[in-house]
């Protein structure tokens, strides 16, 4: 399966610099984190995901708004998430879910910031929706 084709993305700003691959577990919830100079990119390879985008960005019309994205198995897609936005998911179904990411950085620290995924503060509904 061709993903992405690098120079598409120079095409509309994005220049690689880092491509990892993560295996999860159904019922496992990763979230949130968010960068604040890093751009990332989703790919869901395989299984099913409810990815979660929290917009904590100064300024931006959608601040303090949630989205959530489903994706199913064998329907790849790519999703910009822009610095500022804290993102995550959690795996549905049964089966184990792949999940692509395309980075504009190599990985820093530095610029890794966390929101537990269950912080009465956010008050994000995780057992509403499923697809």
Do not use: N
Not at 8 to 13: E, V
Not at 32 to 47: E, I, K, M
Not at 104 to 119: A, F, G
């Amino acid at each position: 399966m061709e993903v992405v084709r690098v120079a598409d993305l120079g095409k509309r700003g994005f220049s690689p610099a880092q491509v990892s691959v993560s295996e999860t577990v159904p019922g496992v919830t990763k979230a949130f984190h968010f960068h604040l100079r890093q751009t990332d990119l989703f790919c869901p390879l395989a299984g099913r995901f409810r990815i979660v985008l929290l917009d904590g960005r100064e300024g931006s019309a959608t601040r303090g708004e949630a989205l959530s994205i489903y994706s199913q198995g064998g329907r790849p897609f790519i999703l910009r998430i822009p610095p500022g936005v804290a993102h995550g998911y959690r795996v549905l179904g049964d089966t184990p879910a792949s999940m692509l990411y395309i980075m504009d950085r190599e990985y820093d620290p530095s610029d890794e910031h966390r929101v537990e995924w269950d912080d009465p503060a956010v008050g994000f509904p995780w057992d509403e929706g499923s697809l």
